[in-house]
Structures are given as C-alpha cells and as structure tokens.
C-alpha cells in the first residue's frame, strides 16, 4: 500500500497569513494527489485534483504543487472560512488519505 | 445539481452486518464509478472499494476483502455498501462518493454524501 504522511499535524495561523501543508508519498505517484477540506460533521470537500488543478468554484487563494512523492497545498492569504482540516489523498493506486492537517486559530 | 443521499444512521451488534444505501441525482448514475470511504472519529478517511456502475464490477481494499460487498441497482440510481462481522473498530461514518478526476487505478472524489454513521456496541 502507497502510505500518505502529511506535516504538520496541526498548525496555528492568523487571518492574512500564508499558510503550506506538506505531503509525502511512499513511493511516486505521478501527479495523481488530490486535497480535501472538512469541517467538522460534514464529508470532505473537493479543492485541487492532479497536484495543482482548482475545482470549481474553489478561490484562487489555494494552490498546490509537487511531483512523484513530495506535495504542498499553498493558502496565499487565510480566510476565516479556510479554519477546517485538509487531508491529501493518492490515486495512483486504490485511494489512501495524508492523516491530515488541522488549520486552528492562533 | 448532483446528490448523493445516503440512508440513516445504524446500531449494530457485534458479528451482525450492515447495508448503507446512496441513492444518486443529478447525472448520469453509470457514468461514473461511485467509491465507499469511512472515517473512524478522528481519524483518516479510508478507501474501502468502488464499483464501475456502468458493469457492475466491483474491487475492494485488501483490508476489507471477504466482509464487504457493493452492488448498485441502476434502474434505482442507488449504490450499496454491506459490512459483515461487525467489530466495534468498525465504528465510523461510511460514505460514498463519486469518482470523477482519476489516475491509474482510482480516482479523486468530487462529490460525496452526507454520510451513515455505524455504531457497533454490544
């Protein structure tokens, strides 16, 4: 199985700041690396699939980037909705989840 | 606008089984594979299997193989994920979701349900 590790596990930032999550990959998995955001009690929500497409709808602020096993999701600018957990997701090979990565206040 | 809509919550004992529905709307039901993922408190989201709408065929996580079934009813535009030998690990929301932008093997997920939460207890 293709194992996902997401850093940091939480991270705690103000409105305006910049804001990058890591994720690695096991071995490569070409550009087949999507990011997820959840609020708590709701399922996932869809941001950027193969590496650095937007989904629509999802504002210019998120942007992701990487190749083979190392990725980052980029937040230019937090937003008070942006405060939730993102989790990256590999699907390469079947479908396994980064532990994610929990956006708090500071 | 696409939906899916899963069916309500569930209490289980251990050693019984589980059948979660989600009934989709909005597009086409066999143009796109439809996923099952659950997601213990806390924790990851975790892929369990999928199956192409449009034959039936269906694939598993090694994990689950030999406890899970999916099936799907087109003339219903519903998928189905059943769990046997229920353990109270298996305690989770379950989800499916839709497979839209994908790879070589699976795929990312575009839309999802809202969720059945499985409560296994004694």
């Known amino acids: 199985d293709i194992q996902m590790t997401q850093s940091p596990s939480t991270l705690s930032a103000s409105v305006g700041d910049r804001v990058t999550i890591t994720c690695r990959a096991s071995?490569?998995?070409?550009?087949?690396l999507a990011w997820y955001q959840q609020k708590p009690g709701t399922a996932p929500t869809l941001l950027i699939y193969?590496?650095?497409k937007l989904t629509s709808g999802v504002p210019s602020r998120f942007s992701g980037s990487g190749s083979g096993t190392e990725f980052t999701l980029t937040i230019s600018s937090l937003q008070p909705d942006d405060f939730a957990t993102y989790f990256c997701?590999?699907?390469?090979?079947?479908?396994?989840f980064g532990q994610g990565t929990k956006v708090e206040i500071k | 606008q696409v939906q899916l809509v899963q069916s309500g919550a569930e209490v289980k004992k251990p050693g019984a089984s589980v059948k979660v529905s989600c009934k989709a709307s909005?597009?086409?039901?066999?143009?796109?594979?439809m996923y099952w993922v659950r997601q213990a408190p806390g924790q990851r989201p975790e892929w369990m299997g999928r199956?192409?709408?449009?034959?039936?065929?269906?694939e598993y996580s090694e994990k689950f193989q030999g406890r899970v079934t999916i099936t799907r009813d087109t003339s219903a535009s519903t998928a189905y994920m059943e769990l046997s030998g229920l353990r109270s690990e298996d305690t989770a929301v379950y989800f499916c979701?839709?497979?839209?932008?994908?790879?070589?093997?699976?795929?990312?997920?575009?839309?999802w349900g809202q969720g059945t939460l499985v409560t296994v207890s004694s």
């Open positions: 199956i192409y709408t449009g034959n039936g065929n269906a």
């Open positions: 979701a839709r497979g839209t932008y994908c790879g070589v093997t699976s795929c990312s997920f575009d839309y």
């Open positions: 193969d590496v650095s």
């Open positions: 909005g597009y086409t039901f066999t143009k796109y594979a």
């Open positions: 997701q590999q699907y390469d090979t079947y479908g396994t």
């Open positions: 071995q490569s998995i070409s550009s087949w």
